[in-house]
């Protein structure tokens, strides 16, 4: 893993501007939201994180980025987060560049008394790739690593229904024949009423995600480049549903979801995000991100996203 293997790689930070970020993120098939401009954007506006890009380079070739989040504590310590990056692009990710690239963010960001660093690599739980981050400074923080499933959307429609679950697409094919209307928004207009259902179900059933603040900013700082997308079921012209999905670079990731007595009765989440797999395919994006699965404490939510049919993916967890 030595650097002596490899041509000059470099990270470039604060350098450039948002159309290269836009452009380094669309080389990375799978990438990841929370490397993307428009969440660094809201978390610096509704959470006072400010972002730090890097722009890595191979022999003076940018082939990735990674997005940093940096905060003060009590206004002494220096808190630090990695969120599913570094992103590199898949011809150039072999272990001496992933290796290298991280022993740099080792030592951009060393912890201390006064600086704390939190990195969750964007990397499978293989003994290789927590063995890379050993050697590049690391150490693991413990906990499972996220867990969430990725669909190919370059497969063609006829593949990917025949790749669900057969309850799954049971599910899909009565929820066609029910009489459901999709409305389909691309601006985020729909999102102040998918919020108000969402904050009513977050309350009933007592689970985390994330706020109505940080969304509400997410869809302001993506709306601009298409990367909002709102699906709502009717039935009889009633809202019984909706899903809202991100989209950054060539992939998207399903955000939350909102599905009433009627619509769970309609299968209507099944359809709207069929619906959103067709739209995703229409725009080019070539990855699906369905947005983390707990199997222990979701079992249920679990369940319905598996049946769609992809690739599930553990992630090597947190390490400071």
Request: aromatic residues 8%.
């Amino acid at each position: 893993m030595g650097s002596d293997t490899l041509p000059t790689l470099r990270i470039l930070w604060d350098v450039g501007r948002i159309s290269e970020w836009y452009s380094a993120l669309a080389e990375v098939p799978c990438s990841t939201l929370t490397q993307c401009f428009g969440y660094a954007q809201a978390m610096a506006t509704v959470e006072k994180w400010k972002p730090r890009l890097g722009l890595i380079e191979l022999a003076d070739r940018p082939v990735g980025l990674v997005v940093v989040m940096e905060k003060r504590m009590m206004g002494l310590v220096r808190v630090v987060r990695i969120h599913r990056g570094p992103l590199i692009r898949p011809e150039a990710a072999k272990p001496a560049v992933v290796a290298q690239v991280l022993k740099l963010l080792r030592e951009a960001y060393p912890s201390g008394p006064t600086r704390w660093t939190a990195i969750v690599p964007e990397l499978p739980a293989t003994e290789e790739n927590a063995a890379i981050l050993r050697w590049a400074g690391f150490r693991r923080m413990g906990g499972p690593g996220y867990r969430t499933l990725w669909l190919d959307l370059t497969q063609d429609e006829a593949t990917l229904r025949r790749r669900m679950a057969q309850s799954w697409r049971n599910a899909l094919n009565k929820a066609e024949r029910s009489g459901l209307t999709v409305e389909l928004d691309r601006t985020g207009t729909l999102l102040p009423w998918l919020l108000e259902e969402y904050a009513r179900d977050k309350a009933a059933k007592g689970y985390r995600g994330a706020s109505a603040p940080l969304l509400t900013r997410m869809r302001t700082g993506m709306h601009k480049d298409g990367d909002v997308l709102i699906l709502r079921a009717l039935l009889d012209g009633v809202p019984v549903a909706g899903i809202l999905v991100f989209g950054h670079g060539r992939a998207a990731t399903y955000q939350i979801g909102w599905n009433g007595p009627e619509g769970r009765r309609c299968n209507a989440n099944n359809l709207l995000l069929w619906r959103a797999v067709q739209e995703l395919k229409a725009q080019g994006r070539l990855r699906f991100d369905l947005g983390g699965i707990l199997p222990d404490q979701a079992p249920g939510v679990t369940a319905f996203k598996r049946g769609l049919g992809g690739e599930e993916v553990e992630l090597v967890g947190a390490w400071a």
